[in-house]
Structure formats: structure tokens, C-alpha cells
């Protein structure tokens, strides 16, 4: 089992910058793909960005692209996404998931935190 836990969400006005956090603990915690994902009020959850286990390879959502940075410090079993240039369509609930695949398809990330809140105010 694997357990994750987002922090860094918060209030901020547009143009402004967070960085999210992801603890993971458990077994295999530090060897596994992660992704963030989010998810507005009365939308899907959508996939943001992931990264390897190694760090070597990363995906965006093309909407994030150029504005958020995902990396991981795997001796802190911990994954960041910094957030730039913040839009209020970036509001939402932020997930971080933890898979055996590199992948924007949310189905196939297995462990999932609670989220933490991000607001993007105009």
C-alpha cells in the first residue's frame, strides 16, 4: 500500500505562483510514476503533469505547458509541481496519484491522496 499526501494549495491572485508537494510513504513509495491531476467543481478529473521514478521523463497537459514544472527528490519519497503564471481556470482540487506507468490516463494510477485546493483569483 501506498500513501500520498498533497500540501503547498492555497489562495492567490492571477500571475501568481504555488508549489505543491506529495509525500508517499509506504511500499515501493519511491519507486513508482506520479502524476498530479485536477479537478474543478462540476468537471472530470484531468490529468496536469507526471513524471518517471527516475525523473528522466515527464508529461504536461498541454493547458499547463511552459507554466508548471513537475520534479521529485526521490531520497524524500516527494513530488513537486511548481505552478507559474497561475490562470483562474487553474482552480481546482489537486490530486497527486502514484501508478506502475508513465501515463495522462487516470484510470491507470492506482494510489491516490486527498487533494489540497488551489484558487486563482482575477
Known amino acids: 500500500q501506498v500513501q500520498l499526501v498533497e500540501s503547498g494549495g492555497g489562495s492567490v491572485q492571477a500571475g501568481g505562483s504555488l508549489k505543491l508537494s506529495c509525500a508517499a510513504s509506504?511500499?515501493?513509495?519511491?519507486?513508482?510514476?506520479r502524476g498530479w491531476f485536477r479537478q474543478a467543481p462540476g468537471k472530470e478529473r484531468e490529468f496536469v503533469a507526471g513524471i518517471s521514478w527516475g525523473g528522466s521523463s515527464t508529461l504536461y497537459a498541454d493547458s499547463v505547458k511552459g507554466r508548471f514544472t513537475i520534479a521529485r527528490d526521490n531520497a524524500k519519497n516527494t513530488v513537486y509541481l511548481q505552478m507559474n503564471s497561475l490562470k483562474p481556470e487553474d482552480t481546482a482540487v489537486y490530486f497527486c496519484?502514484?501508478?506502475?506507468?508513465?501515463?495522462?490516463?487516470?484510470?491507470?494510477?492506482?494510489?491516490w491522496g486527498q487533494g489540497t485546493q488551489v484558487s486563482v483569483s482575477s
Open positions: 496519484a502514484s501508478g506502475p506507468h508513465l501515463t495522462t490516463i487516470r484510470s491507470a494510477y492506482n494510489y
Open positions: 509506504g511500499r515501493t513509495s519511491s519507486g513508482l510514476p
